[in-house]
């Protein structure tokens, strides 16, 4: 569970971390109020690596492989950003969060591949989680990170039930609506979605849509913009399963499942009046799945899409005028729609 | 029905062979060709890996002949190939080529529709009929196997460029043609005999020894990896490879050809990479690992542009080629990729591979090279 150097990888049982550092890339959007909890609770100090800058994105950049991810370039630098300040990194490899279903291949090899990027890297903290297993063996492996920190295994129980309340409040304040880093802080902050005229769905993976550096504040702008927002988290889940009951081949992809889901759902449900579709280049499940989306929403009743295809060469100028030109688009239809009802009532 | 699949490697003798003894209609695709990988990236997603490309270039080639079936392998993930069916369907359909996917997925709680789609695609033949085909077709992939592999490990010693595949290419040809267990047996002397008869050399010191993993599908297709097994042999490598057809076809137990189970590249991989990351991830740097417990002195690493499990494996495999000590050189390849810039690339490789050899200052006996 522990990843050292090449060695064997034992270490004494007396290791005890103190400072646990947690790069603030890909699942941390996801899962990082759950993962503080659980370890602040078990009395160690968690250190961030902070918003992604130009800096972390360079140092990602230069050491990852040329052929990988943005997100992943990007976890690569925060990694590397924690090193020398940190006694250990906890990078927990996400297999399956549910039965039939993986995360990406990228996710699983991912504390093996922080491992490589550099000869001097902390330890890695790194359970299993996976559950085609058993709920006990995801239990112990969970278990097992405790008992580096402490040997009273009550603590460690309730360690893990505090956890799990965090994350069902960052899941229910995701859910309302609120900004992603006020959700994640816990202050109230501005609402997403607030009533304005028009709606937009931005979709796609946590890490690409919540980073702020990668995506240029692509929330920010929108809002600025007089546009309400609706992100994967505020599609009930019942809905995103009864779109996806209806493909004629499951997706095995775990968080494609969320994504495709909603974003059917918002199509299918008339939730919005545009959508926009984020990728990061070279991600390969998304590549598939946007095939999947964009033929199903052709079908499904036409809502326009945009796709925003980001990678670390991406212009500000580039993405603000496509989004602009997509809102204004938008508003256009949108007016178009408003006046022929009021050239309807009139004719009534 | 007209039934149709695309390319990978001799992976046609194979089906060929069952569909001619279940007296099946089928359509070759063409051989691929630029116009293939066009076609192929002009309708796939942009950063689809290149086996989905290629084969869909294959499909849309095949339905130019008139195909109107396609088989296709599904799985369940984590790699994309798993989904490749699904995608390629909308894909064709969305661009309006008319045929239909047939995906075959071999999983336990998908028994009843395999059953049903085989029993579509059979069109009325018994089932021993077909369970027979396809134990003859298995033993003609195992001698294509064999014949590769011979043809592998010769073509250093070869004293006009290129004999060696030529042979092997009629070797392919006398395979095709045999339709019972006797004439394979017959083939399988004459086949070998053809390449032995190739002119080859005394070798002054042994050849370099270059083993080649990756992605399968990279691996076994020739046209795609830009034939680097040939020009690894022709630039004097002994050249062995990871993954032959035999096992891609059965896919569980012992490795026929090479002889190593997937337990135990796992096992060699797990100080690097100790998880299962979907397609041949953890068996690239397992294998690695393994050839060069076996003596090997280089490592050529075949993965497409954008492949999930072999980037992990790329990330990983400097570190193996540091701890282990020996070279590694990754190719990846997408449809940009020229010739040029690969065989320099391999000449270099092979440069840097007899020099530290001779560094090393082990000298190995042309007796031992039996034995990989």
């Given at each position: 569970m522990i990843l050292t150097g090449?060695?064997?990888g034992k270490r004494k049982d007396c290791w005890r971390p103190r400072r646990v550092g947690v790069p603030s890339g890909l699942l941390y959007y996801k899962y990082f109020p759950l993962w503080k909890a659980f370890l602040e609770e078990l009395g160690a100090e968690v250190v961030e690596s902070g918003k992604t800058t130009r800096a972390i994105l360079s140092a990602g950049v230069s050491k990852a492989e040329n052929e990988s991810c943005l997100p992943v370039k990007v976890f690569y630098g925060h990694a590397l950003a924690l090193r020398g300040r940190v006694d250990a990194l906890f990078i927990p490899r996400l297999v399956s969060v549910e039965k039939k279903t993986h995360t990406c291949p990228k996710l699983l090899g991912l504390p093996d591949l922080v491992r490589a990027a550099a000869e001097d890297m902390p330890p890695i903290i790194c359970p299993t989680i996976d559950f085609h297993h058993s709920l006990w063996q995801n239990y112990r492996a969970v278990y097992r990170v405790g008992r580096l920190f402490t040997a009273n295994p009550i603590r460690i129980l309730r360690a893990g039930w505090r956890a799990w309340r965090h994350h069902r409040e960052y899941r229910r304040r995701l859910a309302e609506g609120w900004e992603p880093l006020a959700a994640m802080r816990g202050e109230q902050g501005d609402r997403?979605?607030?009533?304005?005229r028009l709606r937009v769905a931005v979709m796609g993976h946590h890490y690409n849509v919540f980073d702020t550096f990668t995506t240029m504040s692509l929330l920010d702008r929108l809002r600025g913009m007089g546009v309400d927002i609706i992100t994967q988290d505020m599609v009930p889940e019942r809905w995103r399963e009864e779109e996806l009951k209806r493909l004629p081949k499951q997706i095995y992809w775990n968080y494609e499942r969320e994504l495709a889901g909603s974003l059917l759902a918002c199509v299918s449900r008339r939730l919005v009046d545009g959508i926009i579709f984020v990728i990061s280049f070279a991600c390969g499940p998304d590549s598939m799945v946007h095939v999947l989306c964009d033929q199903e929403r052709k079908r499904l009743g036409r809502i326009p899409m945009l796709t925003l295809v980001i990678d670390e060469h991406t212009g500000e100028a580039g993405l603000i005028t496509r989004i602009e030109a997509f809102v204004d688009m938008l508003k256009r239809v949108h007016e178009g729609k408003a006046d022929r009802t009021e050239r309807e009532l009139v004719r009534a | 029905m007209k039934i149709t699949w695309p390319h990978m490697g001799s992976l046609d003798v194979v089906l060929v062979s069952v569909f001619e003894e279940m007296g099946v209609e089928y359509v070759l695709p063409p051989p691929s060709s630029q116009r293939t990988m066009e076609l192929g990236a002009r309708y796939a997603?942009?950063?689809?890996?290149i086996p989905l490309k290629t084969t869909l270039g294959n499909y849309i080639e095949a339905i130019e002949r008139g195909a109107d079936t396609l088989l296709m392998i599904a799985g369940k993930?984590?790699?994309?190939f798993g989904f490749y069916a699904e995608t390629q369907r909308r894909i064709l359909e969305e661009a309006g080529f008319p045929a239909e996917m047939v995906a075959l997925e071999f999983h336990l709680d998908r028994l009843g529709e395999l059953v049903r789609n085989i029993n579509r695609l059979k069109q009325g033949g018994s089932w021993v009929r077909l369970l027979r085909a396809i134990r003859f077709a298995l033993h003609k992939a195992f001698l294509v196997d064999r014949l590769e592999q011979q043809a592998l490990h010769q073509r250093c010693f070869e004293t006009e460029k290129g004999a060696t595949s030529r042979a092997l290419r009629r070797a392919y040809e006398v395979v095709r043609r045999c339709s019972d267990y006797r004439g394979l047996r017959e083939a399988e002397e004459e086949c070998f005999a053809l390449l032995r008869s190739v002119p080859q050399r005394e070798a002054a010191e042994p050849p370099v020894r270059i083993a080649i993993v990756g992605e399968f599908y990279l691996v076994l297709d020739p046209w795609f990896n830009l034939q680097v097994e040939e020009q690894l042999g022709e630039l004097g490598a002994w050249v062995e490879r990871s993954v032959y057809l035999t096992d891609w076809l059965r896919p569980?137990?012992?490795?026929?050809?090479?002889?190593?189970s997937e337990r135990e590249s796992e096992r060699a991989a797990r100080p690097y990479l100790s998880h299962f990351v979907g397609g041949e991830g953890i068996n690239s740097v397992g294998h690695t690992v393994l050839f060069k417990r076996a003596g090997f002195d280089g490592v050529l690493h075949l993965l497409p542009f954008t492949c999930m499990p072999e980037t992990i494996a790329k990330g990983i495999l400097p570190l193996v080629s540091r701890d282990q000590g020996i070279p590694v050189l990754s190719l990846v390849i997408d449809e940009q990729t020229g010739r040029a810039g690969v065989a320099t690339r391999l000449e270099a490789f092979c440069d840097l591979a007899k020099y530290r050899r001779r560094q090393s200052g082990r000298s190995l006996r042309s007796s031992e090279l039996s034995c990989a």
């Open positions: 090449t060695g064997d997403l979605a607030e009533g304005r | 997603p942009e950063f689809a890996c993930g984590p790699c994309r569980s137990g012992k490795n026929p050809i090479l002889g190593h």
